[in-house]
């Protein structure tokens, strides 16, 4: 049987490619250290979770509107207004399964083919090919090291065409750690605003900053930013719940309710207790998110440390997520031949930059015991020693 042509021009992960290696070499019982993770290695807050099995003992198991829970929605406003400073009506806010089907569903909403998307490198992995489903062209813009791998406003706008229809910005970075102050933001935002550019605003690990860094919400910056921006976040990284697959989107109307019709003909509604441990997550205890954002920064130390003490590698420190990427470049290897023999010859997975569009970097995960980012970090060391 024929594929079509959208779905030929998928790539395929190579994220998953290197997590499956590193599991067939656990099955056989090699000790592999793990850097690959996306995920909290947290579990999921019990409040979180009664409410959710607290809503299946209740029976409370049939649909719910596509847009999600009147509920959570309302929560998630709240949460928008009190935390981010944006106001939204629940009308403007729809939960998906996941913040990558919110993603998704915004790029279909609202680009085309002839459209063309910028996406600052290196990237969440998803999005070129989000694009690409959407019929529309990535427009990748390379940024460096020097720059704290950020996207400065002049890059974006020697990226720009006449067929620019959105920016995808994600701050607090997957995979830099990167995170965008004020001012970066509202010069990248005058930029857009100049030409009606779409901004989807990822902000998903906005949770996950340290030291003095601040989260800024694009679409809070004026009321410019506002009406072109769409705010994509979620419960994955904040509340250990990346198995729930519960995110959202919040949006001008108009988009809003195309995101809706959209994800009401393909998944409608995330699972309908699972909403209601979303609204446990928004409106209960704090603290376990604190607690786990803790343990995380005492790891990103650590493992910042320890890398910047290897000769001929670098890195910036990350203020933000819970990784930290590695420019490899001056060892000579490409990112995945890097990452190849990495786990073949010292048993450490991590993620090969090319999978985020750049072959200078590998990225590191420390959400993982300290334990094992000790070992691991032994082991890259010694690795990175005989190249
Ligand atoms: C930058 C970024 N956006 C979105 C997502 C998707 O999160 P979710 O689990 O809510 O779909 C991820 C997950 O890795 C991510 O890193």
Redesign the pocket.
């Known amino acids: 049987m024929e594929i079509s042509a959208r779905a030929a021009q998928m790539s395929p992960s190579l994220t998953l490619a290197i997590d499956a290696k590193a599991k067939a070499m656990k099955s056989e019982g090699l000790d592999v250290c793990g850097f690959g993770a996306?995920?909290p290695d947290f579990d999921t807050p019990d409040h979180i979770k009664a409410a959710a099995i607290q809503a299946l003992e209740s029976g409370f198991t049939k649909y719910t509107p596509s847009a999600g829970l009147p509920e959570l929605r309302q929560a998630v406003a709240d949460k928008l207004q009190a935390d981010n400073g944006v106001s939204y009506r629940p009308s403007q806010v729809i939960v998906?399964?996941?913040?990558?089907?919110?993603?998704y569903n915004a790029i279909l909403a609202t680009c085309q083919p002839g459209d063309e998307v910028v996406i600052p490198a290196p990237y969440?992995?998803?999005y070129p090919d989000m694009v690409r489903l959407a019929g529309a062209e990535p427009v990748i813009v390379s940024t460096t090291e020097r720059n704290s791998w950020k996207m400065r406003a002049e890059d974006f706008e020697n990226a720009m065409t006449p067929r620019t229809k959105m920016l995808i910005l994600?701050t607090p970075?997957?995979?830099s750690g990167a995170v965008y102050t004020r001012d970066e933001l509202a010069a990248i935002v005058e930029v857009a605003a100049e030409e009606d550019i779409y901004i989807l605003a990822?902000e998903?690990?906005e949770k996950l900053i340290y030291d003095d860094a601040q989260h800024v919400s694009i679409a809070s910056l004026s009321k410019e930013a506002y009406d072109l921006t769409i705010t994509?976040n979620?419960?994955?990284?904040a509340y250990a719940?990346?198995g729930w697959?519960?995110?959202y989107l919040a949006a001008p109307e108009a988009v809003a309710k195309a995101v809706d019709s959209i994800q009401s003909h393909s998944t409608s509604h995330p699972a309908s207790f699972v909403q209601r441990g979303g609204v446990a997550a928004l409106k209960g205890d704090q603290q376990p998110l604190t607690d786990m954002r803790e343990e995380f920064d005492l790891r990103r130390n650590y493992m910042y440390d320890r890398i910047t003490k290897i000769p001929n590698i670098t890195a910036v420190k990350p203020q933000g997520?819970f990784y930290v990427l590695v420019n490899i470049s001056q060892l000579g290897l490409t990112s995945t031949n890097f990452a190849d023999r990495l786990l073949s010859k010292a048993n450490v997975a991590v993620i090969p930059g090319a999978a985020f569009g750049d072959d200078r970097v590998v990225r590191l995960s420390y959400a993982t015991s300290i334990d094992i980012i000790k070992k691991g970090l032994d082991r890259f060391q010694d690795f990175c020693r005989t190249l």
């Open positions: 996306g995920e998906s399964s996941g913040a990558k089907q919110a993603c969440w992995v998803s994600n970075n997957n995979p990822d998903i690990y994509i979620g419960f994955s990284k719940m990346t697959r519960l995110g997520a």
